[in-house]
């Protein structure tokens, strides 16, 4: 059995390979900032070691949700999509946008769509982690002629 220290606290104790929890994810660990030691008999057999420097997992992005999904605009309106990235918790939430036809609907790089000119497009979210991607639909119709 082995028990794993930081500083003077037990931080987690038995049979190997043991995991330390509760570390902030993508994250560098300094060497010898948890020290291991062998236990037998809940006696410490060994002096305690200095673990190696290490740097802790990222939390890796599992979709994206991008709203609203359907949107009927005149030509010049604008509206504003929204990414949700999966988990809330991602490491990485960068996402990237593209319209199918720039010449119907642009969008900018934070989700913005201004319409352009009659006709249809669709709005594609992109997430850099993962290449995760979810889509939004786009009307675009002339302004009706006021009385």
């Not at 291991?36 to 200095?50: F, L, M, N, Q, Y």
């Not at 309106?77 to 990237?96: G, H, I």
């Amino acid at each position: 059995m082995f028990r794993i220290y930081k500083d003077d606290e037990i931080v987690v104790e038995g049979e190997s390979p043991l995991e330390i929890t509760g570390l902030d994810p993508d994250t560098d660990v300094a060497k010898g900032e948890y020290q291991a030691v062998r236990v037998e008999e809940d006696k410490e057999e060994s002096e305690r070691v200095g673990v190696p420097a290490f740097k802790t997992l990222p939390i890796d992005v599992t979709g994206v949700n991008l709203a609203p999904k359907n949107n009927n605009l005149e030509v010049d309106d604008t509206r504003q999509l929204n990414a949700t990235v999966e988990p809330s918790d991602a490491t990485n939430k960068s996402v990237t946008y593209e319209s199918d036809d720039d010449e119907v609907a642009t969008v900018n790089s934070s989700g913005l769509v201004t319409a352009i000119s009659e006709g249809n497009a669709t709005i594609t979210v992109e997430t850099d982690d993962g290449s995760h991607t979810d889509t939004a639909t786009v009307n675009v119709t002339e302004p009706e002629e006021g009385d």
